[in-house]
């Protein structure tokens, strides 16, 4: 599994931008996939998963009702659409693939990751 980050960049407040994570190695199917993000001193901190099926989809709280997590294993990408964005959503974001586990708000429940795609929200 090699995890490739696209898609971030910089827009205005309320906009909204779609991130990629792409599986350039074997398939991850049968992975969860989870979008991470890390702003400037502070800790890395979960934003979405979803499970190997598709079937189940859980948000970190500053980001529900506006993020939403997709996956397309036929093209073995999974997607992070972001809507209503807000400068506190200023950050790098890194996806991560592992299996499923109940502990998916943490760091250590993810095999593997990708390096990171920047997004950047000014008011």
């Known amino acids: 599994v090699q995890l490739q980050a696209s898609g971030g960049g910089s827009v205005q407040a309320g906009d909204s931008l779609r991130v990629s994570c792409s599986n350039s190695g074997r398939t991850f199917n049968g992975y969860a996939v989870g979008w991470f993000r890390q702003a400037p001193g502070k800790e890395r901190e979960f934003v979405a998963v979803?499970?190997?099926?598709?079937?189940?989809?859980y948000y970190g709280d500053p980001v529900k009702g506006r993020f939403a997590i997709s996956r397309d294993d036929a093209k073995n990408t999974v997607y992070l659409q972001m809507n209503s964005l807000k400068p506190e959503d200023t950050a790098l974001y890194y996806c991560?693939?592992?299996?499923?586990?109940?502990?998916?708000?943490?760091?250590?429940?993810?095999?593997?990751w990708g390096q990171g795609t920047q997004v950047t929200v000014s008011s």
């Open positions: 979803i499970d190997w099926r598709g079937a189940n989809t």
């Open positions: 991560a693939a592992g299996p499923w586990s109940r502990n998916y708000v943490y760091t250590f429940a993810y095999k593997y």
